[in-house]
């Protein structure tokens, strides 16, 4: 009875005072009510702040400040609630009964507005001068990337990337303000966390905490000669301090070719054929009865035969913790992605290991170690008309992929003369597999206030195996060309970075110093086996034992590069800055080893003056310029040297036995430079309305001198090509961002962000050479490139294309021993002729511009978010459609519906008839393309679970998506793809044969924090 009482009375106390206790199973607990609570938030000026993020402690419950600084929040009245604002320090205010606040929020003084690695250190992003771009770990997780350098499409103002190919695995083209070289590489220099020149491959995209891109020589050029091209500084994710956090992600996608060419059926091929036949006083190829079978048969449908839509999957966890002494991330990825064609696939495994030790006060460690287990089959189709995927656009649609028996049927009498394409992919077999271990530690030492010394070294090891198999149903087994084969590759790098950092302050200067040892050491072998014909195929390429005749090769590299490098940082006031540095790199590569690379560039904060103080418009606003000088390790090693070759023909002494031959290789030239590029830029930096609003401007102009170019020498000198200093080449252009937050209100939020980017590229000079025709791609495209002077690169080279020849003109057309609806050609020299001399300009493969747009909108607990890219002001020169029309090699007749439409008498179209006195050049302007896109690359929604559903099963946050990407193409090109291209250097951009486009995919996904 008195437990009774004294309940009794405790409830009424409690409900007098506005607080219930709730009693289960004998135990007491309290319900506190909740209450309304609104205020104003303000910056230490008294202006509203747009935007804060207000949030209860302990939950992901919260609201935005609208545009007057205002919140409102319903709340329990213990509740703690937590303001964060970009650039202002964070606040917790206990409610305890308030229902009003006032809340001012102080700017950060340690840093504005955030800090980012410059190479070889970290720098507040206000005293940065050089040009430089971030991509936040935040902006990756938007979209479900196989690759890392995905995350630099569109979103990086100056970066032009481009996804050449829809091959599982395969890399993406990057250039940083044009191109550079004309034989050497144009891909930036990858820095993972301070590893140089680092496999991109090897990082899960979830492994990364920022992407920095260093875009100006001033930002560069401490790299050296390896800097030309711009340089990537990617940082991987670290341990948080605190209880062990899981993170764990997948998606899944189901991928497609995004378009079909439009191919004529069985019954309108073989009334084409016949068509073609009687043009030449053939008989028929068809006769009625099979016409006739055609109507209600339409045939093989190579297109959809050789393509398969697959499901590729992606999973990631990752395991972070620790405390101020130790912390670590721990995470494993896989990912499988079958190929957009049979027998195509690629997956990857990656483990990394980021670990952090605090020895002492003075003493540092850190350890990145990362092992990458890449596989893949039938990735490197380089793109050829003899390429299954080009083979399917070539096809015959009157032949079934298999007879009765079950057999493959291996060849037609019309269109191609090349193997059945699904034959040749089922029975090739090009598998790779590749074990990397990588393994980078940091040490760093606090010698005394402001003193520092750091050591970052890594080592690197690589095997890869690769097997072939090119059995008898393949093209090369049909000439007696089948074979197997296994090459075997091993690599293996160290590099020791050793630098003292030195930062002081005295009254208004301030400065850092680096100062910078650094060596680099490489080897490589390879050893391969060859074996032709082999008696049986029954054990694949397991056995080379078994062939009628076997071939081993082995080789061996090594190179070095050791480097000085000196820095200066200098700021007076915050306002006034200057950055300084020289970089001297000794490569084995070269006879004359040293090379300098100085740089200086200079900042001016004009927000921090006096002046600027009481502005209401500008938040930040920065003016920058800088000149330097960097190189491109274009040489390959032992270039400078003279060589004998291995591959010489055989010589019989006794008549039967072949010995090999070692005759002398092609002449050298001893005094190879690195290729420099001298570069000024100019730019701005500026932020409106207390950051709601940022903007980033930058002019460029860069000039490539020693160009290197692959020169040939005349055959009194034992031919063959070597490489010289030549020549020179410019980019100059001008590129813009821009980015805010237009709407933030109580329950909706409008990011976006928009960047462009104008280059243009021009040939300066070739030391005495001007229009050298360049080898193109495959056999499809020799000769359709040209290098010269006062020209941009990926210039298109050939005849320029009229249409054709119409009944009225007829006696003209019969000064070129032509007829009506022959194709008809602009005569340049006017000698009623079509040669060499008529061959001209036809078109580039480069863009004017490139952009990108990104918009995300939040509302509740949903985020729609959608991103725009393309180009504008670029051609394509495909070799694919040029195949699908006939007459040209072994495409001996038409399968596209193109031909349904050539020219009549009575249709007098552009569309060249069938005929003997026709000429159909390839190299033409009939197959040039306007090449400009736009492209939805992603389209995503997201839905956050509330806190309360996830607390029962023991979540912290889940996050479900669904996203396409690839949806739609604006493009007036009308072939599959006019972002892909099989362009092996700047020279034949633009170029395209039998690439298998980019996948369109649908995406569905989760992320989870348990």
Same mark, same amino acid.
């Given at each position: 009875m008195k437990k009774l009482l004294c309940m009794l009375l405790t409830c009424f106390i409690t409900f007098e005072s506005g607080t219930l206790l709730a009693f289960s199973n004998h135990k007491m607990s309290i319900i506190i009510p909740p209450v309304d609570v609104s205020g104003t938030v303000k910056d230490n000026k008294g202006e509203p702040l747009i935007g804060v993020s207000i949030k209860i402690q302990g939950t992901s419950t919260g609201t935005l400040t609208d545009a007057k600084g205002v919140f409102h929040l319903h709340v329990a009245d213990n509740a703690v609630l937590i303001f964060t604002y970009t650039g202002f320090k964070q606040i917790s205010v206990p409610v305890n009964g308030l229902t009003n606040m006032n809340i001012t929020m102080e700017e950060e003084a340690t840093m504005l507005k955030e800090v980012v690695a410059v190479g070889y250190g970290v720098q507040r992003k206000s005293d940065v001068t050089g040009s430089t771009a971030t991509v936040s770990a935040k902006e990756i997780a938007k979209r479900p990337l196989e690759r890392v350098e995905q995350a630099l499409q569109g979103t990086t103002p100056g970066v032009t990337v481009q996804s050449n190919s829809g091959q599982p695995g395969a890399g993406l083209s990057v250039r940083i303000r044009g191109a550079n070289s004309i034989t050497g590489?144009?891909?930036?220099?990858?820095?993972?966390?301070?590893?140089?020149?680092?496999?991109?491959?090897?990082?899960?995209?979830?492994?990364?905490?920022?992407?920095?891109?260093?875009?100006?020589?001033?930002?560069?050029?401490?790299?050296?000669?390896?800097?030309?091209?711009?340089?990537?500084?990617?940082?991987?994710?670290?341990?948080?301090?605190?209880?062990?956090?899981?993170?764990?992600?997948?998606?899944?996608?189901?991928?497609?070719?995004?378009?079909?060419?439009?191919?004529?059926?069985?019954y309108d091929f073989a009334r084409t054929v016949n068509a073609q036949f009687a043009t030449t006083g053939n008989p028929p190829a068809f006769n009625d009865a099979q016409l006739a079978g055609f109507q209600s048969n339409p045939g093989t449908d190579w297109q959809k035969e050789i393509e398969q839509k697959p499901w590729i999957r992606n999973y990631q966890v990752d395991v972070n913790g620790g405390s101020a002494d130790a912390n670590y991330f721990i995470s494993f990825n896989h990912l499988d992605q079958p190929g957009l064609i049979k027998n195509q696939w690629y997956n990857r495994s990656t483990l990394r290991a980021?670990?952090?030790?605090?020895?002492?006060?003075?003493? !540092?460690?850190?350890?990145?170690?990362?092992?990458?287990?890449?596989?893949?089959?039938?990735?490197?189709?380089?793109?050829?008309?003899?390429?299954?995927?080009?083979?399917?656009?070539?096809?015959?649609?009157?032949?079934?992929?298999?007879?009765?028996?079950?057999?493959?049927?291996?060849?037609?009498?019309?269109?191609?003369?090349?193997?059945?394409?699904?034959?040749?992919?089922?029975?090739?077999?090009?598998?790779?597999?590749?074990?990397?271990?990588?393994?980078?530690?940091?040490?760093?030492?606090?010698?005394?206030?402001?003193?520092?010394?750091?050591?970052?070294?890594?080592?690197?090891?690589?095997?890869?195996?690769?097997?072939?198999?090119?059995?008898?149903?393949?093209?090369?087994?049909?000439?007696?060309?089948?074979?197997a084969q296994t090459n075997n590759n091993y690599y293996r790098s160290y590099q020791s970075s050793n630098f003292f950092t030195y930062k002081a302050a005295l009254g208004n200067h301030a400065f850092t110093v680096t100062a910078l040892y650094e060596l680099k050491n490489a080897q490589s072998t390879n050893d391969n086996a060859q074996s032709k014909n082999l008696s049986t195929y029954a054990l694949g390429y397991y056995?080379?034992?078994?062939?009628?005749?076997?071939?081993?090769?082995?080789?061996?590299?090594? !190179?070095?590069?050791?480097?000085?490098?000196?820095?200066?940082?200098?700021?007076?006031?915050?306002?006034?800055l200057l950055t300084a540095s020289v970089r001297s790199d000794g490569s084995s590569h070269l006879t004359q080893k040293y090379s300098t690379f100085p740089s200086v560039a200079v900042g001016w904060n004009v927000a921090r003056e006096e002046f600027m103080q009481d502005n209401k418009i500008f938040s930040d606003l920065k003016f920058r310029a800088s000149w330097g000088k960097t190189g491109n390790q274009a040489v390959p090693a032992y270039a400078t040297i003279a060589q004998i070759s291995s591959g010489g023909p055989a010589y019989y002494y006794d008549g039967t036995t072949p010995t090999v031959t070692t005759p002398l290789g092609s002449p050298v030239s001893t005094s190879l430079k690195w290729e420099t590029t001298t570069t000024t830029d100019a730019g701005l930096d500026a932020s409106f309305f207390k950051g709601r609003l940022t903007f980033t401007a930058d002019a460029y102009y860069k000039k490539v001198t020693n160009l290197l170019y692959n020169y040939q020498a005349p055959f009194y000198l034992g031919g063959g090509n070597y490489l010289r200093n030549i020549g020179s080449l410019e980019n100059k252009g001008i590129e813009f961002a821009i980015g805010g937050t237009p709407v933030a209100g109580h !329950?909706?939020?409008?990011?976006?962000?928009?960047?462009?980017?104008?280059?243009?590229?021009?040939?300066?000079?070739?030391?005495?050479? !001007?229009?050298?025709?360049?080898?193109?791609?495959?056999?499809?495209?020799?000769?359709?490139?040209?290098?010269?002077?006062?020209?941009?690169?990926?210039?298109?080279?050939?005849?320029?294309f009229l249409g054709t020849w119409k009944t009225s003109e007829a006696a003209q057309a019969a000064l070129y021993g032509m007829k009506p609806g022959d194709a008809k050609y602009a005569d340049l020299n006017g000698d009623h002729k079509y040669s060499t001399d008529d061959l001209t300009e036809i078109g580039n493969g480069t863009p004017s511009y490139t952009f990108g747009f990104i918009n995300d909108v939040t509302y509740g607990r949903f985020t729609l978010s959608f991103m725009f890219q393309g180009t504008h002001g670029n051609q394509i020169f495909s070799g694919t459609i040029p195949y699908t029309l006939g007459g040209l090699g072994d495409a001996r007749n038409a399968t596209s519906k193109t031909a349904l439409n050539i020219w009549t008498p009575a249709n007098q179209t552009d569309v060249p008839t069938f005929s003997s006195t026709s000429q159909n050049f390839i190299n033409s302007s009939r197959f040039v393309y306007n090449a400009s896109y736009i492209k939805l690359k992603n389209?995503?929604?997201?839905?956050?679970?509330?806190?309360?559903?996830?607390?029962?099963?023991?979540?912290?946050?889940?996050?479900?998506?669904?996203?396409?990407?690839?949806?739609?193409?604006?493009?007036?090109?009308?072939?599959?793809?006019?972002?892909?291209?099989?362009?092996?250097?700047?020279?034949?951009?633009?170029?395209?044969?039998?690439?298998?486009?980019?996948?369109?995919?649908?995406?569905?996904?989760?992320?989870?924090t348990l």
């Open positions: 590489s144009n891909e930036p220099l990858y820095v993972i966390d301070g590893y140089i020149g680092g496999s991109i491959e090897s990082i899960s995209p979830g492994d990364i905490q920022s992407i920095e891109v260093l875009k100006d020589a001033s930002a560069t050029a401490i790299y050296g000669s390896r800097g030309a091209n711009g340089v990537v500084l990617v940082t991987t994710k670290t341990g948080h301090i605190g209880k062990p956090t899981v993170d764990f992600s997948a998606w899944f996608s189901k991928a497609m070719v995004p378009k079909q060419l439009d191919l004529m059926n069985a980021n670990l952090g030790l605090k020895l002492n006060d003075k003493m !540092d460690v850190k350890f990145y170690i990362t092992t990458l287990l890449p596989n893949s089959r039938n990735t490197g189709y380089a793109g050829d008309i003899t390429d299954p995927f080009a083979q399917a656009s070539q096809w015959d649609p009157t032949v079934p992929v298999k007879d009765a028996n079950g057999d493959y049927i291996l060849k037609s009498q019309y269109a191609s003369n090349q193997i059945n394409p699904v034959a040749q992919a089922r029975n090739q077999a090009v598998d790779n597999s590749t074990t990397n271990v990588t393994g980078t530690g940091v040490f760093t030492y606090n010698i005394v206030k402001g003193l520092t010394f750091t050591s970052n070294d890594t080592y690197e090891t690589q095997s890869q195996v690769t097997r072939i198999l090119y059995g008898p149903e393949t093209s090369l087994g049909l000439v007696g060309g089948d074979y056995n080379l034992g078994l062939g009628a005749t076997q071939l081993t090769t082995s080789g061996y590299s090594q !190179d070095e590069l050791q480097s000085f490098m000196g820095r200066v940082n200098y700021s007076y006031k915050d306002k006034y !329950d909706i939020t409008w990011t976006t962000n928009f960047n462009i980017s104008f280059n243009r590229n021009k040939v300066l000079d070739m030391g005495g050479l !001007d229009n050298v025709v360049v080898n193109g791609i495959g056999s499809a495209q020799n000769g359709v490139a040209i290098l010269k002077v006062g020209k941009p690169l990926g210039e298109f080279y050939g005849y320029q389209l995503a929604l997201n839905y956050n679970i509330p806190t309360g559903v996830l607390e029962h099963i023991k979540i912290k946050k889940l996050e479900v998506y669904v996203s396409g990407q690839n949806l739609f193409t604006i493009t007036k090109y009308p072939g599959y793809d006019p972002e892909v291209s099989n362009a092996t250097n700047a020279l034949t951009a633009g170029l395209e044969t039998g690439v298998i486009p980019n996948p369109r995919t649908y995406t569905m996904g989760l992320r989870a």
